[in-house]
């Protein structure tokens, strides 16, 4: 049986790619384990989580220097690329822009929609609608207005009201701290 010999370049690379594999599982079980909580314990618990507003994920794309941020200039590049995957004629859609948005923002229900854009409500976007749509996203996202909108600027956090104990103190009887109410459990 002939053996074969792998080149230097691929053998480095898979066993670069193991260690990054090893690596990444060690820091996912062991980050869980330490604290002891997951997201929905946290905000279970009264605590919060951030997420980032879906707009932001189709600035991110068009940051295209790498400065983890979006300059005007960036954004008016980005609208005429993301125009020109978009539109299909004079107007776009609803249709149309819906798939759009599932596949730059994640979901065709997301802000911004595309009523958020139809300015005139004629049932059509045009490339106008379209750039002064996100033209009014970015000022929106610019919360300390230096025309860049960094990372920062599009996420938020989720706070949760802290909850009572597992024995119901709330504010009234049967009612748990944060007013939802709580299911007697049956004895067996």
Known sequence: MKHMTLPKTLLSNMTGLACLFTLTACA????????????????????????VRPVGLLFASMDTDGQAGLSRGELETGIEK?????????????IDYGNWALSVMG??????????????????????????????????????????????????????????????????????????ERIPRRLK
Do not use: C, H
């Open 82 to 94: 993301e125009w020109a995957i978009l539109n299909s004629g004079a107007k776009v859609s609803a």
């Open 107 to 180: 979901s065709r229900e997301v802000m911004p929609n595309f009523l958020s854009f139809d300015s005139d409500f004629n049932g059509g976007l045009t490339k106008r609608e379209f750039s002064n749509g996100l033209m009014s996203e970015f000022d929106r996202a610019d919360e300390n207005k230096d025309g860049m909108v960094s990372r920062q600027e599009t996420t938020y956090s989720i706070t949760m009201p802290r909850r009572g104990n597992e024995r119901g103190e709330g504010d009234s009887e049967g009612e748990m701290a944060d007013g939802v």
């Open 28 to 51: 996912s079980s062991s980050g869980s384990d330490m604290r002891g909580l997951t997201p929905q314990d946290n905000l279970r618990s009264g605590g919060s989580i951030s997420a």
